[in-house]
C-alpha cells in the first residue's frame, strides 16, 4: 500500500557530491517524519539524517556540515544532499517514513529497498 524508492546513489570520487532523493507513494493521509538510515559492510546501521514534521532535522555526528536533509510535503518526497564525502561514507542508504494510512491509526514505519553510495577514487 505504501512504498519508498530512492534514487541518486552511484560512485563519487572523495570530495565530491551526491544527492540522494526518495518518494513516497500509495495510501498515504500524512508522514510524521522522514530519513535515511545507512549501513557500511560488516557495521550496524546508522541513522544518518532525520526530520519531523515542523520540527528541526538531527544528523549523526560524522555528517553534521556535509549533510543536508530536505522535505518536499507537496511530492511526499525527502531528499539527502551529501557533499565533501569520504571513503567511510560508502554504505547503502536506505530511506524511511513514518507514515499514517488513515486519521484513526498512528503512524507505521516504511522503508525503501536502499541504495549504494561508494565513495573511492
Known amino acids: 500500500q505504501v512504498q519508498l524508492v530512492e534514487s541518486g546513489g552511484g560512485l563519487v570520487q572523495p570530495g565530491g557530491s551526491l544527492t540522494l532523493s526518495c518518494a513516497a507513494s500509495?495510501?498515504?493521509?500524512?508522514?510524521?517524519?522522514m530519513g535515511w538510515y545507512r549501513q557500511a559492510p560488516g557495521k550496524e546501521r546508522e541513522l544518518v539524517a532525520h526530520?519531523?514534521?515542523?520540527?528541526?532535522?538531527s544528523y549523526a555526528s560524522s555528517v553534521k556540515g556535509r549533510f543536508t536533509i530536505s522535505r518536499d510535503s507537496a511530492k511526499n518526497m525527502v531528499y539527502l544532499q551529501m557533499n565533501s564525502l569520504k571513503p567511510e561514507d560508502t554504505a547503502v542508504y536506505s530511506c524511511?517514513?513514518?507514515?499514517?494510512?488513515?486519521?484513526?491509526?498512528?503512524?507505521?514505519?516504511?522503508w525503501g529497498k536502499g541504495i549504494s553510495v561508494t565513495v573511492s577514487s
Open positions: 524511511y517514513a513514518d507514515i499514517m494510512t488513515t486519521p484513526y491509526r498512528g503512524g507505521m514505519d516504511y
Open positions: 500509495g495510501s498515504i493521509f500524512s508522514i510524521n517524519a
Open positions: 526530520i519531523i514534521s515542523g520540527g528541526t532535522p
